[in-house]
C-alpha cells in the first residue's frame, strides 16, 4: 500500500476507490424477477400501470417491439384484457395468463400478415425519401396498402417534396391530402 501511495496522488486514490464502489453498486442490481410479474394478477382499472409493464418488461412477456406494437395499443390491450377476464370467469387475470394468449395468437396463420404490416409501418415512420431508397422502400408500400395506380403519381410528388426530407409517412399523409383536395375539383 505504501508504494501506491507513492506512485499515485491521494486525490486520483480517492478517485479509483469511489469508481470502483460504484462500479459495484451498479453490478449488483437485482435482476427484475419475470416470474413474479407473470403470477401478479392485472389491475385492469389501472391500465397505464398495465401498460408501463408490457413496454417495460416485454422481454418477459415473450414480446419483441413489433409485439409491442400490435398488442400494447390501449384500446387493443382493453379489449384483450376484457376479453380474457370474461373467458376466465372469476374476474382475475395475471400477466402471464395475458402472455400465453398472445403468444398462442402469434402462431395464428393471420399474425405474419399483420406483422408484416406492422413491420413496413415501422420502416417508412423512419425512413426518409431519397431517390435512392425509392426502389427499396416500393414493397413496403405495397404492404401497407399503396394501390400500384397511385404509385406513378406518389412518386412523382415523393420527388417534388424530397428537399423537406420527410419521412415517408409524412409523405403519404401528404400525398393523401393533397388526392383529397384535388378530389372535388376534378368532380366539377
Same mark, same amino acid.
Given at each position: ?60 412477456l415473450g ?17 384483450l384484457l ?29 399474425? /405474419?400478415?399483420?406483422?408484416?404490416? +406492422?413491420?413496413? #409501418? %415501422?420502416?417508412? $415512420? ?5 431517390? @435512392? *431508397? ?24 415523393l420527388l ?6 420527410? /419521412?415517408?409517412?409524412?409523405?403519404? +399523409?401528404?400525398? #393523401? %391530402?393533397?388526392? $383529397? ?5 376534378? @368532380? *366539377?
Amino acid at each position: 500500500m505504501k508504494q501506491i501511495r507513492q506512485v499515485l496522488p491521494p486525490r486520483l486514490i480517492v478517485f479509483i476507490g469511489v469508481f470502483t464502489c460504484f462500479c459495484i453498486d451498479a453490478s449488483a442490481q437485482v435482476a427484475f424477477n419475470c416470474s413474479k410479474l407473470l403470477k401478479q394478477n392485472i389491475a385492469v382499472e389501472n391500465q397505464q400501470e398495465v401498460l408501463a409493464n408490457f413496454n417495460k418488461h416485454a422481454d418477459c412477456l415473450g414480446l419483441d417491439s413489433v409485439d409491442l406494437r400490435i398488442y400494447s395499443d390501449g384500446p387493443v390491450l382493453g379489449t384483450l384484457l376484457l376479453g380474457r377476464i370474461k373467458a376466465k370467469g372469476d374476474g382475475k387475470i395475471t400477466y402471464g395468463d395475458i402472455s400465453t394468449f398472445i403468444n398462442n395468437a402469434k402462431k395464428d396463420t393471420g399474425y /405474419t400478415s399483420v406483422r408484416n404490416l +406492422v413491420i413496413a #409501418q %415501422m420502416i417508412l $415512420e423512419k425512413r426518409r425519401f431519397t431517390p @435512392g *431508397n425509392w426502389e427499396s422502400s416500393l414493397k413496403y408500400l405495397k404492404v401497407v396498402g399503396m394501390p400500384d395506380a397511385d404509385m406513378e403519381a406518389f412518386h412523382k410528388y415523393l420527388l417534388e417534396k424530397q428537399e423537406h426530407h420527410w /419521412t415517408y409517412r409524412q409523405l403519404i +399523409v401528404g400525398y #393523401q %391530402m393533397k388526392r $383529397e383536395a384535388e378530389a372535388p375539383a376534378k @368532380g *366539377n
